[in-house]
């Protein structure tokens, strides 16, 4: 009979009155080639990515966007004719109409590469100067346009 002493980080504790085959097991040694004990590692689940479509889908892209994405897209819808950037930017919660761009670089552009939509057919912007002042317009795409003239009663 023996005694084994294990060490786990700050703890130890004293297994005694063990048989040979006992310690065998205990450590892992089987007599059958395997010299360490079984090391299990748990597994993580594995995350898929989303497919890339083919064909562009609009209505998938609007609905993976963020509430303040979805809030771009449906001021555009009621702005047909253009709406200025600072007007935006208070519709959407921000201090400065500069914040538009993370949304719309950052935000809206990598969720629009997974559905195959080209942000040029979701809005477009137009940058002019009246009375020196430069001044951002934002207008809607393509895709906008298509919903609100289904919304259109007949």
Do not use: C, W
């Not at 048989?19 to 299990?40: C, D, F, M, R």
């Not at 689940?45 to 509430?67: C, D, H, W």
């Not at 559905?115 to 895709?143: A, C, M, Q």
């Amino acid at each position: 009979m023996a005694k084994v002493t294990i060490r786990r980080g700050d703890m130890e504790f004293a297994v005694e009155d063990l048989t040979v085959e006992q310690i065998k097991e205990l450590v892992g040694i089987n007599g059958y080639g395997s010299h360490t004990a079984p090391v299990s590692t748990p597994t993580s689940p594995q995350i898929m990515p989303r497919p890339v479509t083919k064909e562009p889908n609009f209505y998938a892209f609007v609905g993976a966007l963020s509430q303040r994405g979805q809030t771009f897209i449906d001021m555009l819808k009621h702005h047909p004719e253009g709406i200025e950037a600072n007007e935006l930017a208070g519709k959407l919660g921000y201090q400065d109409a500069k914040q538009i761009g993370g949304l719309t670089g950052g935000g809206l552009a990598k969720i629009a590469k997974r559905f195959n939509v080209k942000l040029s057919d979701v809005y477009r912007s137009k940058i002019t100067f009246p009375g020196e002042k430069r001044t951002v317009t934002f207008f809607p795409g393509k895709y906008i346009l298509a919903v609100i003239e289904q919304q259109k009663p007949a």
